[in-house]
């Protein structure tokens, strides 16, 4: 099962940036799906999550501004960011909790996606 995430770039504050991110390999079904992102000299945080079911979760420094969905029929994941500011910038990983074909449960990530946001 791989994770390819893209959609990232420089972008001025107040700007937005769509990214995607989509599931391939042998997948049964996937479970939640999310974005997490990572700042130079920060840990990994949550950004937005969202269920099969489409219950979606935000962390406190994006709500209102960010939206994830997801299509489920091509395993794929996007978060759709509005009015950027300088500290969303950051490294982006989608995440995915992926039931196998084989009925393997497992938590996979993305590559990373820079997203850099200017003052």
């Known amino acids: 099962v791989q994770l390819q995430a893209y959609g990232g770039g420089l972008v001025q504050a107040g700007g937005f940036l769509r990214l995607s991110c989509a599931a391939s390999g042998s997948i049964f079904s996937v479970n939640d799906m999310g974005w997490y992102r990572q700042a130079p000299g920060k840990q990994r945080e949550l950004v937005a999550r969202v269920t099969s079911g489409g219950s979606t979760q935000y962390s406190d420094s994006v709500k209102g501004r960010f939206t994830i969905s997801r299509d489920n029929g091509k395993n794929a994941v996007y978060l759709q960011m509005n009015s950027l500011k300088p500290e969303d910038t950051a490294v982006y990983y989608c995440?995915?909790?992926?039931?196998?074909?084989?009925?393997?449960?497992?938590?996979?990530w993305g590559q990373g996606t820079q997203v850099t946001v200017s003052s």
């Open positions: 995440n995915a909790g992926v039931v196998s074909i084989w009925s393997t449960q497992a938590d996979y």
